[in-house]
């Protein structure tokens, strides 16, 4: 596979973004009312974003996770963040505004390119909304979350250097409330800290690196065992790290 284009290389050949934006126009194909019904679920009236807290369907897109990777290691305009991932413009475009709109990303400034202007986004986890801390939403968008992530996590997974060492683990066990909180406050840091120390995609001597990691409490009546669905704190961890 071929390094992606340096962006600063290519930001005089970059076309505007295309002026439609998400209120109007047609969306990027492949997209069906299904999948536009349930990302209006996670916002709130008009259109905007429930509070400061983001629904988590506004996350159930593969490529708007590869977005907020990208995002997190330096800004780029759409025209950019395309090249970088191999879709097209329009499309990239398409999410950036949803993702933007939802208070995810921020438009860091604009540059003059071939007939007209381009914004720059940035992914920072520290000044965005908290996904999914707000009010407990359904389990279907916890699932449809799930699904952007198994698939995300299958096509890295394609890409995995085997050479190189990394690190698995997978549970379901039942843990006592005060271990469960210390290693989610853990799971939390580790996160900032991964996010934190991203650097541009592509950089000389930096490590590609997959980290997908997801804790939560389950219900105390499922397949644990009748005897035990009245034990307190109870918690099935999920977290793969590459």
């Given at each position: ?28 194909a492949g997209r069906d ?81 071939r007939g007209g202007t ?78 934190e120390s991203a650097l ?43």
């Amino acid at each position: 596979m071929s390094e992606p284009e340096n962006p600063e290389r290519a930001a005089a050949r970059e076309p505007a973004e295309p002026t439609a934006d998400a209120g109007g126009g047609a969306s990027p194909a492949g997209r069906d009312a299904g999948e536009e019904a349930g990302e209006e679920a996670g916002r709130g009236p008009g259109g905007a974003a429930a509070d400061t807290v983001v629904g988590l369907r506004v996350l159930a897109h593969p490529l708007r996770l590869r977005l907020l990777s990208l995002l997190t290691g330096r800004a780029h305009s759409a025209a950019e963040a395309a090249r970088v991932l191999g879709q097209s413009q329009a499309n990239v475009s398409y999410h950036l505004r949803r993702l933007h709109a939802a208070g995810l990303v921020d438009a860091v400034g604009e540059e003059s390119v071939r007939g007209g202007t381009a914004k720059r986004y940035r992914y920072d986890p520290r000044t965005g909304p908290k996904v999914g801390r707000g009010p407990a939403e359904g389990v279907d968008a916890y699932l449809a979350l799930a699904g952007a992530l198994a698939t995300e996590l299958r096509r890295r997974t394609a890409q995995r250097d085997t050479a190189v060492p990394g690190e698995m683990t997978d549970a379901e066990v039942w843990l006592e409330p005060e271990v469960w909180e210390r290693i989610r406050r853990r799971a939390d840091e580790l996160g900032e800290e991964l996010h934190e120390s991203a650097l541009p995609a592509g950089t000389p001597g930096a490590v590609r690196v997959s980290a997908t990691m997801v804790l939560f409490a389950m219900e105390a009546g499922g397949a644990g065992g009748a005897g035990e669905a009245k034990r307190p704190g109870g918690a099935r961890r999920e977290a793969v790290e590459e």
